[in-house]
């Protein structure tokens, strides 16, 4: 899988809280009422724990999983700073945070190879936030087979849908986003990745295992208070644009310099999905 660094993540951070959709994260709540273990894959530095963790109730025992050290490092650093108070309790951390209790272990785990290893502690809840996209529907069907043989809740966040809109116009808007979403369907580690259609995907996998599914926008709204998330949006929109070689890198190198010009705006398209199992 292609990494990310702890910088960027942070960056998008705020996007992607105030992207979410609060209705599925109330949905989510209300079908977890009682203590939740959770397991968060390709956890980055703990975003998607400090979005969900709020919601969810007082008693929380999460599993963070991710391929990279450094991620994992990073998301012990951050979440000890969120908390109000942390303790560490064995390789995990305990946090303490507006009357609630979070356990947080952390796993280093490739799941490139498939799923299974990260699931095998029974959770009530298996989440994800920025990840689908890069996966193929192979991989996407393991998930959803393990996750039902678990009898878990699945939600997901910010898979990426394809729809960009950009302003003010450029004349390369059509052909970079083209060249951009090629490039998405490349292997990522994972297969060939289903970028756009990786919701549908989710979707029909769970609902194939008797799950009730809801999905919901939850598009970036970036403007000039983003300005530094859109610049390094530009770069890499226009970088993977040109590896393709479907544009000129110079065509990229001028679209990605216009995109830096003051008053430039994007909304970037996300999906939210929620997947909650049949009645026992």
């Given at each position: 899988?292609?990494?990310?660094s ?25 079908v ?15 975003s ?44 995990g ?30 959770p009530?809840?298996?989440?994800a ?32 849908d ?15 986003h ?12 994972f297969?060939?990745?289903?970028g ?70 994007a909304?970037?398209g996300?999906?939210d ?8």
């Open positions: 899988m292609s990494g990310f702890p910088d960027w993540l942070a960056l998008r951070e705020p996007a992607d809280h105030a992207a979410r959709d609060p209705g599925l994260v109330a949905a989510l709540a209300r977890l009422p009682g203590p939740v273990r959770a397991v968060d894959l390709g956890c980055g530095s703990g998607n724990l400090r979005a969900l963790a709020p919601h969810l109730g007082p008693d929380q025992d999460w599993v963070l999983v991710d391929h990279d050290p450094a991620l994992l490092i990073a998301a012990r650093s951050r979440l000890a700073a969120w908390a109000e108070r942390a303790e560490a309790a064995g390789d951390l305990v946090l303490h945070r507006d009357g609630a209790r979070i356990a947080v272990r952390f796993s280093a785990l490739d799941l490139a190879a498939g799923p299974e290893a990260a699931l095998s502690e029974a009530h809840l298996v989440t936030a920025a990840l689908f996209d890069l996966v193929s529907e192979a991989w996407i069907a393991a998930l959803a087979r393990e996750v039902a043989a678990a009898g878990a809740v699945f939600y997901t966040a910010l898979t990426y394809g729809a960009e809109e950009w302003t003010p116009p450029h004349p390369a808007d059509a052909a970079i083209a060249a951009f979403l090629a490039h998405q369907g490349g292997d990522k580690g297969g060939p990745s289903l756009p259609a990786a919701t549908a995907a989710l979707a029909r996998a769970f609902q194939a295992h008797g799950y009730a599914v809801e999905t919901a926008n939850s598009p970036w709204r970036l403007g000039p208070g983003e300005a530094a998330l859109l610049h390094q949006l530009a770069e890499g929109t226009a970088r993977a644009a040109a590896e393709t070689g479907r544009v000129a890198a110079e065509a990229a190198e001028a679209w990605r310099e216009a995109r830096r010009a003051p008053g430039t705006g909304v970037i996300h999906r999905l929620l997947a909650v199992p049949p009645p026992a």
